[in-house]
């Protein structure tokens, strides 16, 4: 996969459609019960090339998972995992703590969040 040609900046039209498509690889995922690496994710999008440790990446993909929760759609941050630690990073547990979730123990935590996303997306 490569990311060589990838975009820094997006139009607003682009904002949208970007946010639309990983919204909607998120809810598959959900629904097949599956983790998807950053990499992935970012391979996937269809619409442009964005590298998945880029600010604008990450920032869209965090509107999202912030859009979802507010929708009642679950922490879908959650099932976007680094390759190499197979666990979401600093970012998802960093947005759970200011949400006031319990982050003791960052596993269980992310555990957690999965199963009520699996749970939530089952027969969606």
Known sequence: MSFGRAK?????AERSTI???MRAILHEQARARRTITYGELAGQLM????????????????EVCNEE?????????????SKAT???SGGYFGM????GLPVSDLEARWHEDLQILYDLWADR
């Open 19 to 21: 946010k639309d498509e």
């Open 86 to 88: 197979g666990m979401p």
């Open 69 to 81: 929760e507010r929708a009642g759609h679950g922490q879908l941050c959650a099932l976007v995992v």
């Open 96 to 99: 759970a703590a200011k949400q």
């Open 8 to 12: 820094v900046k997006v139009t607003e």
């Open 47 to 62: 619409s442009v090339t964005l590298h998945p440790h880029s600010f604008v990446f990450t920032r869209l993909l965090q």
